[in-house]
């Protein structure tokens, strides 16, 4: 009870944190993600970026000859598909974004799960589908990455976890924004952005202006049941709940130019 006191009254001194996660719509848009990473750079305080890139991988995978196996929004990691969403999340888009950010002044340092320790995971073990080598997140180092913050770094995470037994695993994004944010709950008041290519969560997902701007856990459960919400938004919103029940303190889903334009609607998530 005493070292709870104690964080709370460090957290509330101190420290607000933004972890803000882009999705693959984005970053495979050259031009958006620029506008993005300069208004990402331009946010005032400590923060944290995610970034997907799903797309993109599946584009190079099929380049080089190896199709994409998705299940329910979640990809069958086979040795090969390691290897080349390795190059891709860690490699060439990571150090994209990092580049981008230093020539936007915010001094960024790219990071898998594997550095500093910060994300460990375990093979997800095999049921009804195998998924090969996908990362169930076991812990993450929230100390470590608060040590990273305090010396002036922006950490920005691909979606790549290890086990800790020399094993890279690929983790959705989505899942490891949440945890990040869960991790740094610990130290800062959290909040947690989901920005991807729509406006927020949308009434009719073909039409923009419909974004339903408060979102609670009864109006997900129907959502959910008119099937409004669907695809990649149901496991979306499954972490952002995740987050809320786990002392996130906001979370957010909206458009990635959501931090500039101030008329812009976006989703607001609460328990
Ligand atoms: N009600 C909804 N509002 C907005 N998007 C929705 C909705 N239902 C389903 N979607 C789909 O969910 C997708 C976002 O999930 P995903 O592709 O996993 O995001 P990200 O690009 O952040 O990884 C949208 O592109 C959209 O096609
Ligand atoms: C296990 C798993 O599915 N990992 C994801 C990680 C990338 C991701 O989440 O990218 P987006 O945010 O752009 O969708 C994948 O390989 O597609």
Do not use: W
């Amino acid at each position: 009870m005493k070292t709870d006191n104690k964080k709370d009254s460090y957290r509330r001194r101190n420290n607000k944190i933004n972890v803000i996660k882009i999705g693959g719509n984005v970053i495979e848009d050259e031009a958006k993600l620029t506008a993005f990473l300069k208004d990402f750079a331009a946010i005032d305080g400590q923060k944290v970026l995610v970034h997907g890139g799903g797309k993109l991988a599946t584009l190079l995978a099929e380049k080089l000859g190896i199709p994409a196996k998705m299940h329910q929004g979640r990809r069958i990691t086979d040795a090969q598909t390691l290897e080349v969403i390795t190059m891709v999340y860690g490699g060439l888009t990571n150090k994209n974004i990092v580049a981008k950010l230093q020539g936007f002044g915010c001094n960024a340092v790219g990071l898998s799960g594997a550095d500093a320790n910060t994300i460990v995971a375990h093979k997800r073990p095999v049921r009804a589908i195998d998924y090969g080598f996908a990362g169930d997140i076991d812990h993450v180092d929230g100390f470590n990455i608060k040590k990273l913050l305090e010396i002036g770094l922006t950490p920005v995470f691909c979606a790549i976890s290890h086990d800790k037994n020399g094993q890279l695993l690929n983790t959705n994004a989505d899942t490891i924004a949440a945890e990040v944010a869960i991790a740094l709950s610990e130290f800062f008041d959290t909040t947690l952005y989901y920005c991807f290519e729509k406006n927020g969560v949308l009434r009719n997902v073909e039409d923009e202006n419909s974004v339903i701007e408060k979102i609670d856990k009864t109006a997900y459960n129907e959502l959910k049941r008119e099937g409004i919400i669907a695809d990649g938004m149901l496991p979306k919103m499954h972490n952002c709940f995740h987050a809320l029940d786990n002392k996130v303190v906001k979370v957010c889903i909206g458009n990635a130019t959501m931090f500039t334009n101030n008329r812009q609607l976006f989703t607001t998530l609460t328990l």
